[in-house]
């Protein structure tokens, strides 16, 4: 599957952003999606994922109470809304896909597909 990640951009403290994650190349309701991140000299880290249907979402402990992962598979689509947005949530996001069943939905290596990546700079 190919994936192509959008909606980052430039927003001061407090703001939300939507993220998009288009996917193409096969039936999308077969793929557990994940967002990741990446900072600046970090590693990159889990941010949020969904269940093949919708029905299970699961966050990381410093996005549950501002973010909302969800995704419309008539539009083969992810979405991850950030509110609340702060200055150490700037980072490169990516989307990820997996067929494979889960156990650890924050695994990185469990899942076999990657967008681009999309920049969110958040401004204080």
């Known amino acids: 599957v190919q994936l192509q990640a959008s909606g980052g951009g430039l927003v001061q403290a407090g703001g939300s952003l939507r993220l998009s994650c288009a996917a193409s190349?096969?039936?999308?309701?077969?793929?557990?999606m994940g967002w990741f991140r990446q900072a600046p000299g970090k590693e990159r880290e889990f941010v949020a994922a969904i269940t093949r249907s919708g029905g299970s979402e699961y966050y990381s402990d410093s996005v549950k109470t501002r973010s909302t992962i969800s995704r419309d598979n008539a539009k083969n689509t992810v979405y991850l809304q950030m509110d609340s947005l702060k200055p150490e949530d700037t980072a490169v996001y990516y989307c990820?896909?997996?067929?494979?069943?889960?156990?650890?939905?924050?695994?990185?290596?469990?899942?076999?597909?990657w967008g681009q990546g999309t920049q969110v700079t958040v401004s204080s």
């Open positions: 190349g096969r039936t999308f309701s077969s793929f557990t």
């Open positions: 990820a896909a997996t067929t494979y069943v889960l156990r650890d939905y924050d695994t990185q290596n469990a899942y076999t597909s």
